[in-house]
């Protein structure tokens, strides 16, 4: 099967850490821009972070900026989001999507990080 | 970074053409030709339909279409389907080297 597949998601106190990661099977990521957008249940969706083929490139949504860390290893096919600091409206889906510097053109299906105490 | 404006819903009949538009400004929609727009089923991950303004990915319909004037981007489909019933969002690259995107349009097939 061809797919980017999420994992970490989970319900965190406000003010904790969590980890999110994305596995691809199936398909090859290292030559490729990656993405990590995210989406509020019932709500639109909002671009996180990127990160290039080579990881030696980086950017950021402001509201997230300073707290997140997008990385990945393309030895094991994989790309992991760094979360710290995280405050009720960092409750949402998280997508990871693998495609140019400004499009998505793959998308895993999501994980779901939920802030509350 | 504020979102891009889009219409929150639209609709049309079978068959029908109907246009979504994506404004921004000249930081980001009217300043690159970097505007891609993704259909979104309920409970699906989105679904790249354009990429760079105009470019249909393979496998896209050629049904659908993009086009941009000034800080205005959209995304036209024609002979509409009843599977084309879906939210649009359209994204756009920034002067501050992030993405933005749409707050999305339901599209409603009547």
């Known amino acids: 099967d061809v797919q980017l597949v999420e994992s970490g998601g989970g319900l965190v106190q406000p003010g904790g850490s969590l980890r999110l990661s994305c596995a691809a099977s199936g398909v090859t990521v290292s030559n490729y821009w990656m993405h990590w957008v995210r989406q509020v249940p019932g709500k639109g969706l909002v671009w996180v972070a990127r990160?290039?083929?080579?990881?030696?490139?980086?950017s950021y949504a402001d509201s997230v900026k300073g707290r997140f860390t997008i990385s990945r290893d393309n030895a094991k096919n994989t790309l992991s989001l760094q979360m710290n600091s995280l405050g009720a409206d960092d409750t949402a889906v998280y997508y990871c999507a693998r495609g140019s510097s400004t499009s998505c053109s793959f998308w895993g299906q999501g994980t779901l990080v939920t802030v509350s105490s | 970074q504020s979102a891009l404006a889009q219409p929150a819903s639209v609709s049309g009949s079978p068959g029908q053409s109907i246009t979504i538009s994506c404004t921004g400004t000249?930081?980001?929609?009217?300043?690159?030709?970097?505007v891609s727009w993704y259909q979104q089923h309920p409970g699906k991950a989105p679904k790249l339909m354009i990429s760079?303004?105009?470019k249909r990915p393979s496998g896209v319909s050629n049904r659908f279409s993009g086009s941009k004037s000034g800080n205005t981007a959209s995304l036209t489909i024609s002979g509409l389907q009843a599977e084309d019933e879906a939210d649009y969002y359209c994204t756009s690259y920034t002067n501050n080297n992030t993405l933005v995107f749409g707050g999305g349009t339901k599209l409603t097939v009547l």
């Open positions: 760079d303004v105009t």
């Open positions: 000249s930081s980001d929609v009217g300043g690159y030709n970097y």
């Open positions: 990160i290039n083929s080579d990881g030696t490139t980086t």
